[in-house]
């Protein structure tokens, strides 16, 4: 079983930058490929970015390409995205979901077995 916490989230003017946070239990996050997924209210939750297990590999929805940065930290167990540039249309409740199968970098929900309780983040003046 493998238990995500997403952090960072909140309230932001457009044009600023939030960094959200999300931190995994067990001792194989490494072997994980993690996904960031964002849901706005009366819409599908859909794919932001993902990355490797060993952080060699990217993907990136492109509405955020140029301005929204994944990264992990094996040994804190944690995965990042640096989100720049922000609009308003970014407003979303995120999720981070980790993917077991070391080797498969999907952008599809159904292959990411375990979620996080989301993380609000507003874009507003």
């Known amino acids: 079983q493998v238990q995500l916490v997403e952090s960072g989230g909140g309230l932001v003017q457009p044009e600023g930058s939030l960094r959200l946070s999300c931190a995994a239990s067990g001792r194989t996050f490494s072997t994980y490929t993690m996904g960031w997924f964002r849901q706005a209210p009366g819409k599908e939750r859909a794919f932001v970015a993902l990355?490797?297990?060993?952080?060699?590999?990217?993907a990136y929805a492109d509405s955020v390409k140029g301005r929204f940065t994944i990264s992990r930290d094996n040994a804190k167990n944690t995965v990042y995205l640096q989100m720049s540039s922000l609009r308003p249309e970014d407003t979303a409740v995120y999720y981070c979901?980790?993917?077991?199968?070391?080797?498969?970098?999907?952008?599809?929900?159904?292959?990411?077995?375990?979620w996080g309780q989301g993380t609000q983040v507003t874009v507003s003046s």
């Open positions: 979901a980790a993917d077991t199968t070391t080797w498969r970098t999907s952008k599809e929900l159904f292959d990411y077995e375990y």
């Open positions: 990355i490797n297990w060993n952080g060699g590999r990217t």
